[in-house]
């Protein structure tokens, strides 16, 4: 891949998807902090590591197990903030806007993973 991992749209959208993150947990209960709070950060930031480590891999196969990775972070994250909604932690409207970025970024973790597996296949 020619261009920067920096500038991919999914990336892009994945560090907008953290930062909504930080944002919607920094009032949740000081009990949290180190529960659900720490869990639901980790998972947003994992999805992009996980995009830029893949970038970096010498190989499609290499880059597809990272973007794998990467999705299952994202669905992580989704499962969570349903926990935190149910817990009354964030409100319904908060949780609409962040399950619609989710699942932005699932489609376009989608997109990439179908483009490596293309370039897999043609080997």
């Not at 880059?63 to 969570?80: K, N, P, V």
Request: glycine residues 4%; hydrophobic residues 35%.
């Amino acid at each position: 891949m020619s261009r920067d991992y920096t500038e991919l749209e999914v990336w892009i959208e994945g560090r907008k998807l953290v930062n909504l993150t930080y944002i919607l947990t920094t009032n949740f209960p000081k009990e949290e902090v180190s529960a659900l709070t720490s869990q639901i950060r980790r998972a947003a930031i994992s999805i992009r590591s996980n995009i830029a480590e893949g970038c970096g891999r010498r190989t499609s196969k290499d880059t597809l197990h990272f973007l794998h990775i990467a999705r299952g972070s994202l669905y992580e994250l989704e499962t969570q903030f349903y926990l935190a909604l149910d817990q009354v932690y964030i409100s319904k409207d908060d949780f609409e806007i962040v399950n619609r970025k989710i699942l932005l970024c699932k489609k376009l973790i989608s997109g990439f993973i179908n483009y490596y597996k293309k370039i897999e296949n043609e080997k």
